[in-house]
């Protein structure tokens, strides 16, 4: 066979490619498959203590079982699929209760009400576990605009109390703070706490931070911001010995600007690059967004299309950098307007539905997001809590089916590929369905063994790598 081509003409121009297909691949790595928290809570820096996100479960469960004492209840506030075949009398759901107890998952799945069940008993289960997964301690808008001697205080005594969590392990698995932002107005301010908590926390704990632990910038609209922020964490590192990279930081998507800059480009990119491998994620902040581009109060939510723009623009910036996203709050609190023990029954009815109606909106906006590929958001209010794990729950229950067939097929194919010796090289598509399992794994929507059924090992998921479970397998074949 005659060819036209020589072979040192095409080494180089292969080269030449491989050169340029590398930094690519460097600069989009895919998806991270580190554990991602499916939200953070923030809360004013003046009321953090040690245990709040432990508080925050019990006040979470109190709301749920007041408002929904039963798994039917939840299915009809929500609609979820089935509810319309539950039971309606106290006496029947406690036999459906029962009954369903009784049962192997495998025969609760051939009952209409399974779904409704697993995803209430799931959110009990997480409530009493694990309710509060990230927590930002807020020296922004969940504190305000104090005299410095008083936020002074608080960055102290906060970072004690962060110092005392890690002590009793009482703190979430994620954690963090937010400072205020580094506009002309706010910079001197949002330097002088960092420095005043981290240093407290590093003499409190012997030079260590919590598990995860990150800052949020805020209101970033250009890349010196972060980049100031980079120079300041090397400062505070080699002033209390940490090893170079140790702070980590999150940054916001709350203006137009950072949307498009002055040139009509999408800045993200720059400001991400800005971080130099620090900034771990990007928050959406809803209501400043919307009011930046016009929004007035009335209509500032998560459901504006704004928001939707926002979101499409971000993820088309930052999709396979490994950058986090995460979604805003839902500002509607699932709270009744009256207080007390003894309550007529038109109160206690203004109650209930006014939970039940605030439950729909969270309910909604999470699984908006979570359809939108947005698997964070964040919660305001510990009894925003057992919304935002029902639409988690069922989001990824309600896809478990699909998702087993689709990854199972393509673990098949993969191995298929291998053994005939055919390049397969579409790893980051494999990764995008390992990482469903992984994100459903880690929030307590399905357990390990039920991943099992798509074909792969535990030791397999624990790799959270779908190139390295194909490299395991293809040294297997060899």
């Known amino acids: 066979m005659k060819l036209s081509l020589q072979d040192t003409d095409k080494s180089q121009l292969l080269e030449q490619l491989g050169v340029a ?17 499916v939200h953070t809570v923030y809360g004013g820096a003046n009321l953090f203590k040690a245990d709040t996100c432990v508080r925050m479960g019990e006040i979470a469960l109190n709301n749920l ?29 406690q036999a459906l209760t029962e009954r369903l107890d009784t049962m192997s998952e495998a025969e609760r799945k051939q ?24 927590f930002r301690v807020d020296f922004e808008d969940g504190f305000g605009n104090r005299p410095d001697a008083e936020e002074d205080e608080t960055a102290v005594r906060a970072a004690q109390e962060v110092a005392k969590g890690m002590q009793n392990g009482t703190l979430s698995p994620f954690i963090g703070i937010r400072i205020k932002p580094f506009t002309e107005d706010l910079k001197a301010r949002g330097v002088r706490t960092l420095d005043i908590f981290l240093t407290t926390l590093l003499e409190a704990t012997g030079g260590k931070l919590p598990d995860n632990f990150v ?55 720059r400001i991400i690059r800005a971080s130099e491998g620090r900034c771990v994620a990007a928050h959406f902040g809803t209501y400043d967004y919307t009011a930046s581009a016009g929004i007035t109060a009335k209509y500032q939510t998560m459901a504006h299309p704004v928001c939707d723009f926002a979101h499409h623009m971000t993820k088309v910036a930052l999709g396979g950098t490994g950058i986090f996203l995460s979604d805003g709050a839902t500002n509607v609190m699932p ?52 919304m935002r794990y029902a639409a988690t729950y069922n989001f990824f229950l309600s896809a478990y089916d699909d998702a087993v067939h689709r990854l199972k097929t393509f673990v098949e194919r993969a191995a298929i590929s291998t053994l005939t010796g055919d390049i397969f090289d579409d790893a980051a598509t494999g990764q995008g369905l390992l990482n469903f399992f992984l994100k459903a794994m880690n929030c307590g929507a399905i357990t390990e063994e039920e991943v099992l059924a798509t074909g792969l090992t535990l030791e397999e998921i624990h790799t959270r790598s779908f190139f390295r479970i194909l490299e395991g397998r293809r040294k297997q074949q060899v």
């Open 21 to 37: 297909n590398r930094h690519f691949q460097q600069t989009y790595p895919g998806d991270k498959p580190d554990r991602q928290p």
């Open 65 to 93: 079982k007041t408002y929904a004492p039963n798994f039917t209840e939840l299915a009809r506030v929500l609609q979820l699929k089935g509810y319309e075949h539950l039971p309606t009398l106290e006496k029947d759901i």
């Open 111 to 134: 009952e209409h009400a399974w779904l409704a069940y697993s995803v209430y008993n799931k959110i009990i289960k997480k409530l009493q576990r694990e309710a509060v997964e990230d």
């Open 215 to 269: 800052v949020m910038l805020p209101k970033v609209t250009i890349p010196e911001q972060m980049t100031t922020l980079v120079r300041l964490f090397e400062l505070i590192e080699q002033a209390n010995n940490l090893a170079p990279g140790t702070l980590k930081m999150e940054t916001m998507v709350e203006a137009t600007q950072i949307i498009m800059d002055e040139e009509g480009r999408n800045p993200l990119m």
């Open 335 to 386: 709270i009744g307007p009256h207080r007390g023990d003894n309550l007529t029954f038109e109160q206690l009815k203004e109650n209930r539905d006014s939970v039940h109606n605030a439950w729909r909106q969270g309910f909604h906006h999470t699984t908006h997001s979570l359809i939108n590929g947005l698997y964070q958001g964040w919660d305001l209010n510990p009894a925003q809590l057992p």
